[in-house]
């Protein structure tokens, strides 16, 4: 299980002794649910927050990909490709074009074709892992997906300091949640009804279908900053009381 060099960051060994500090074990549901509105954000059916360890990707949280393990070879997921960019890592047709750097055949068993993937980068810069979405049919990724997902990697990351913060506590997760849905209560109904007006739409390319989906944009940013709002305020809230 050895990883192949190609796969290694050029930071690797600053980047394993980041990775130590979020290798907090434990059921903490946060992560699940925070994948779960990740993949109704960006309107896709898979979506993973992961941490890529020395030889194995651990997917920390996991919504829509129950077939695979909890962690998985590093030279067989594509979050060992992602790790090594800055921005985002996109693949719009898997079968078309897969990715050389790493086996294929987990890839290609799980019909996986359309794969982004933005690294969570720690304050120093270490890439410990990822925010990916993935989808089973091909498709692209709009530039206001890109930015997005940049918000909600940022998110992913703070729910690792989170994590840390509770060490194993897993009460307080559960209220937090709470908390957060009251706040971006009112952006995931104004997304539900976005989604079925454009179901109504003869094509996805009327003008009303276009407009809904740019309301359906702009609204999930707005979402993943209240996020972003709620969840510093609770890392640095556990912090004062630490």
């Known amino acids: 299980m050895v990883t192949p060099a190609h796969l290694l960051a050029s930071n690797e060994d600053q980047r394993l002794a980041a990775l130590q500090a979020y290798q907090v074990s434990g059921d903490v549901p946060f992560f699940d649910e925070f994948v779960r509105l990740t993949g109704k954000l ?3 059916p898979i979506a993973l927050v ?11 949280g996991n919504s829509g990909l129950e077939e695979v393990p909890e962690r998985v070879p590093r030279k067989e997921s594509l979050c060992s490709v992602a790790i090594l960019n800055e921005e985002a890592t996109v693949f719009e047709n898997l079968a078309d074009q897969p990715c050389t750097l790493i086996d294929p055949t ?17 304050a120093t810069g270490e890439a410990i892992g990822t925010l990916c979405v993935i989808d089973r049919q091909p498709r692209i990724l709009a530039p206001e997906e890109s ?6 990697a940022d998110v992913a990351l ?3 300091d989170l994590q840390g913060a509770l060490g194993s506590t897993t009460a307080p997760a559960s209220a937090l949640w709470n908390d957060i849905y009251t ?17 109504w739409e003869e094509a996805p390319d009327t003008p009303a279908a276009l407009a809904y989906q740019a309301s359906s944009r702009e609204e999930a940013i707005v979402a993943a900053q209240a996020l972003h709002q709620q969840i510093t305020s609770a890392v640095q809230q556990l912090k004062r009381q630490s």
């Open 183 to 199: 706040a971006i209560a009112g952006s995931l109904t104004r997304l539900d009804t976005l989604a079925g007006l454009l179901q």
């Open 106 to 122: 987990a890839v290609g068993d799980l019909g996986l074709r359309f794969y982004a993937g933005f690294p969570l980068q720690t």
């Open 158 to 160: 703070l729910l690792l």
């Open 147 to 152: 930015a997005l997902m940049r918000e909600l």
């Open 50 to 60: 992961s941490l890529v360890e020395a030889d194995t990707v651990w997917f920390r």
């Open 42 to 44: 960006l309107r896709v």
